[in-house]
């Protein structure tokens, strides 16, 4: 039998359970504050994807370094992304063009991510949308209620050495609940991700002379 006073009691519940979610959620959040340079990536990452940074919803990771390397020199050992797994370890599992190689606008390839509990390893299919060729290059997607996009700069500082970004912000409900948990954990595989390119450019470099 319907009873209007138990569903008003049950709705006021569901109600209260929202709220406290809400702002359970909201105090988890976990803030980001990178340098100038981090920043800066994170910030064109999060407006090429239409999302804010100042969201519960919303994790930004981000890593950089110098490489003591000319800047088209890094960038072409960068473009080599069958070698991703070689120095972007542990994070990267396997890469591979999905079309005709090399980075492009709409130009497509695979990755395999090992990012660890909860998400464990993933294989995603990404498409290239802005490129400065031998400066920048930016991917973005939405899926599964996550919207993500994902970034690497570089920057020639002197003819002889480059500062690299690499960047992703990503968006949506089931981030926002996630982000305590791999926030530092994904942060230092950015790291030895960038650590990593600084190490295979410089052994090439060594090879050469």
Do not use: Y
């Not at 890469?95 to 990755?111: D, I, K, S, V």
């Not at 995603?124 to 996550?146: A, H, N, Q, Y």
């Amino acid at each position: 039998m319907w009873n209007p006073r138990r569903a008003a009691g049950l709705l006021a519940l569901v109600f209260v359970l929202v709220v406290a979610v809400v702002f359970a959620m909201t105090a988890l959040r976990v803030s980001f504050s990178g340098t100038e340079a981090e920043m800066a990536a994170a910030r064109s990452a999060a407006e090429a994807a239409g999302v804010p940074m100042d969201s519960w919803k919303t994790l930004v990771v981000v890593a950089s370094g110098s490489v003591g390397a000319p800047v088209e020199e890094v960038w072409a050992r960068f473009c080599r992304i069958e070698e991703w797994p070689l120095w972007s370890t542990p994070l990267h599992e396997g890469a591979r063009w999905t079309g005709e190689p090399g980075f492009r606008l709409a130009g497509g390839f695979e990755q395999v991510l090992a990012l660890g509990f909860p998400v464990g390893t993933i294989r995603s299919e990404e498409f290239v949308t802005r490129l400065t060729p031998g400066r920048e290059v930016m991917w973005c997607k939405s899926e599964g209620g996550i919207t993500s996009c994902h970034v690497w700069r570089f920057t020639p500082v002197t003819p002889e050495r480059t500062f690299v970004v690499n960047a992703e912000v990503f968006h949506g409900g089931p981030v926002g609940v996630l982000a305590p948990l791999v926030q530092s954990r994904w942060s230092r595989l950015f790291q030895q991700s960038v650590s990593g390119l600084a190490r295979a450019v410089d052994v090439g470099s060594s090879r050469r002379k």
